[in-house]
């Protein structure tokens, strides 16, 4: 591969900067400052101000105008502040004031989120390395014994059970040990803390993608011998689950920023304790799927580049394609019924993260006909006929987060792909498709080769649930891939 154009992500469309996005910038190319200059200047991070003067970040905080104006020498009104307010001195709030601190901890909020979504990956396998080894799946996934099967599993072979009177989660995230997690909120002479993390993501950090939906709560992993494995699930929401994975997250960003990750310095990490114990806390997990187009006895797969600045969470890396969390289409019990299905779910997915099709998020009160609506009813027949296959893995939980992973593999005749993908996008709502060149096709993908998923693994910032579908699908290709073995090492 040397000499060739490696990842290749088409550019996505941003947002215009305005406001004070804009300002930033023109003080910065009037002065001849570059952003990290800025940066330093303003006691920020450089990837805050980028985002700033993108558009991608607001600046709603009063006290982080003033906080501007000041340094930069700005009249409030630049700043898009009240006349008057820098001028009389008098009306400041003095250092140490509440607002002061309010304002100060919420920047030291952002620049460790910044932290936590510019470093995922590394932070995911430091994570990993704090539990035994038995129980690592490849880079910074965990999986306990008999969660990842031995040969992969048709997805509807896969038993789901449900539980209908789940007790309430042990944890949620508002626990005293997370409370370092969650910035001080209030003005005036009143202050007190966030007590919810998507409370604090909604007013300071919001992604483009943020919304609370009802969701499918792992409860067990059950795998008897001779017997297909059995999933069980009750209720949650999105941001229940959020609301401790993200916690349990900063919490590590943070360690990592104040020196070396380690027990003591993870209270919250250690008030969860065991991370398979899926009474304590809310598991919410997600179905990612490697998808593979298959073609004469070569291969090649798709990935996903996912926006920081658009998804809650695995911002700013590789993944497969699609990937989404387990939950229904809306909240009736009808799309319950029809929702609580492994592959109804990948279909879904696919249709949104690579046909472009809008997300069916809860908003029509009318179900899914899967038989009758496209492209599901073209995805059933291509899979009756042979076309497409889909498997699953297993589970794991991600270790930075410990968010459930569903992990599965789509395998699809290139015939088959080309039908029914003729109309694969290059970019959607939570990023854009991976190639390798720009002058190449959305939908030729990555050569499934030996060095291809060496590469990313070892090099590139790769899920740590992509790269164990990698890992596990190379690792069972002769079952997966027929005719792919004369080839394998390609």
Not at 114 to 132: K, Q, V
Not at 323 to 347: C, E, K, Y
Not at 351 to 358: I, P, Q, R, T
Not at 471 to 490: C, D, F, I, K, Q
Request: one cysteine or more.
């Amino acid at each position: 591969m040397t000499g060739q154009t490696w990842l290749w992500t088409p550019p996505r469309t941003t947002p215009t900067s305005v406001g004070i996005g804009s300002l930033l910038r023109a003080y910065r190319q009037a002065h001849g400052l570059t952003q990290q200059q800025l940066a330093d200047l303003l006691g920020f991070d450089q990837s805050y101000v980028s985002k700033v003067e993108s558009g991608r970040r607001a600046i709603h905080d009063i006290s982080t105008l003033r906080h501007i104006a000041r340094n930069l020498g700005l009249s409030p009104e630049d700043v898009g502040l009240a006349p008057g307010g820098l001028a009389d001195r008098r009306r400041e709030p003095p250092r140490g004031s509440t607002v002061e601190k309010v304002a100060g901890s919420q920047r030291a909020w952002r620049l460790t989120r910044d932290h936590l979504n510019h470093h995922r990956i590394s932070l995911a396998r430091a994570a990993a390395r704090l539990y035994p080894e038995t129980y690592r799946l490849g880079n910074g996934l965990l999986a306990r014994p008999g969660w990842v099967w031995d040969t992969p599993v048709d997805i509807n072979d896969i038993g789901l059970r449900w539980e209908e009177a789940a007790g309430e989660p042990a944890l949620t995230g508002a626990e005293p040990e997370a409370d370092a997690t969650r910035p001080l909120v209030g003005d005036g002479g009143a202050q007190s803390r966030y007590q919810r993390y998507t409370r604090a993501m909604r007013d300071l950090d919001r992604p483009t993608l943020f919304e609370n939906r009802l969701s499918f709560r792992l409860l067990d992993v059950a795998e008897t011998a001779g017997a297909a494995p059995t999933l069980t699930f009750g209720h949650t929401t999105y941001f229940d689950a959020v609301d401790v994975c993200e916690t349990v997250a900063h919490e590590t960003a943070a360690a990592m920023m104040g020196g070396e990750l380690a027990w003591p310095a993870l209270p919250f990490r250690r008030r969860i304790g065991d991370p398979f114990d899926l009474a304590g806390r809310v598991a919410l997990p997600s179905i990612n799927t490697l998808t593979i187009r298959l073609d004469r006895g070569s291969a090649s797969f798709v990935l996903h580049r996912r926006s920081a600045g658009s998804v809650a969470t695995a911002g700013g890396v590789y993944h497969v394609l699609p990937a989404g969390v387990f939950q229904p289409s809306g909240i009736t019990p009808f799309h319950h019924d029809a929702d609580f299905d492994l592959w109804r779910n990948v279909m879904r997915e696919l249709s949104e993260e690579l046909l472009g099709n809008a997300e069916h998020d809860g908003s029509s009160s009318r179900p899914i006909d899967y038989d009758t609506d496209e492209p599901f009813r073209s995805f059933e027949q291509a899979r009756r006929s042979g076309g497409l296959r889909v498997f699953c893995f297993g589970i794991g939980l991600d270790a930075l987060t410990l968010f459930g992973e569903i992990l599965t593999v789509l395998v699809v005749e290139a015939d088959t792909f080309d039908s029914l993908f003729a109309d694969m996008v290059r970019t959607n709502a939570e990023g854009s498709v991976v190639s390798t060149g720009p002058g190449r096709q959305a939908h030729e993908g990555i050569p499934f080769t030996q060095a291809s998923l060496r590469r990313l693994v070892d090099t590139e910032p790769l899920a740590p649930s992509a790269a164990a579908c990698l890992e596990l699908a190379w690792r069972h290709r002769e079952t997966l891939l027929p005719g792919l073995r004369s080839r394998a090492a390609v």
